[in-house]
């Protein structure tokens, strides 16, 4: 994400729950998705458009595609930085791009795309202010 300008990377600090570790109190690999889900509820409020308020009008954002890749392992205690960004596929998809870092030590990568749907689950647009903020 070094390529991004800092305005449109929001940052959430989690610390890692004893709940969300293995036996050995190493983060379970399915709660960087949930960390990730954090991220972009948090990019998404920042930037006016909650989920609550997209629903509201009718748009749900479900994931379609879901990708993680894991570099180094968290452990118990640890403060975390979710790093998001967002970008724009089409007037109907958004892609959010996610760093999870400790320190300057970035321990995963990876990415969701999301279709907008209406209530009946068929494809609309986007909300036009998050298609204006992502161009």
């Not at 909650?50 to 595609?65: D, N």
């Not at 990708?67 to 392992?73: F, G, V």
């Not at 870092?101 to 795309?113: A, F, P, S, W």
Request: hydrophobic fraction near 35%; charged fraction near 30%; aromatic fraction near 8%.
């Amino acid at each position: 994400m070094t390529d991004t300008p800092t305005a449109l990377i929001r940052r959430t600090t989690v610390r890692v729950r004893y709940a969300e570790t293995d036996c050995m109190g190493v983060v379970y690999y399915a709660n960087y998705l949930v960390w990730f889900e954090i991220g972009r509820t948090d990019w998404l409020r920042d930037a006016g458009h909650t989920y609550r308020a997209m629903e509201a009008e009718g748009v749900q954002l479900p994931v379609i595609e879901a990708h993680c890749e894991y570099r180094r392992a968290a452990k118990y205690d640890d403060e975390l930085e979710v790093r998001t960004r967002a970008a724009l596929l089409t007037p109907v998809r958004i892609r959010f791009d996610y760093e999870i870092v400790r320190g300057d030590e970035t321990l995963v990568t990876g990415h969701t795309i999301h279709a907008a749907l209406d209530p009946r689950g068929r494809p609309c647009r986007l909300p036009s202010g998050v298609r204006d903020l992502l161009g």
